[in-house]
């Protein structure tokens, strides 16, 4: 019975760490995107971290980029890649609920 209980708590932290995991990435795309828009001064703290932001985030979303059409200047790629973070996350939390 005990087997169980640890299953259960371990299938449980899983969730969560998924949970957070993809919430943290979804508001680092946010950032990536804002930080996109806006030309910031010249301030090396500033420029470090628009480049995590790009490191982070780049790779993924360019997965989308090269198969998403381009629309002029509007970039959707992060919008798919948002989505697509949030879908994986249900699925993989409905995969999780059929375990415990």
Known sequence: MGGWLVLAD????????VDVFIS??????FGYIITSWV???YSLWLNRIQRFL??????YLRLFRRVLPPLGALDISPIV?????IFL???FNAILDRLH
């Open 10 to 17: 371990a299938i449980s932290r899983i969730g969560s760490f």
């Open 24 to 29: 943290v990435y979804v508001i680092l795309i």
């Open 39 to 41: 030309k910031l001064p």
């Open 54 to 59: 790009y490191d982070v985030c780049e790779p």
């Open 81 to 85: 890649a948002v989505f697509s973070l």
């Open 89 to 91: 996350d249900r699925l």
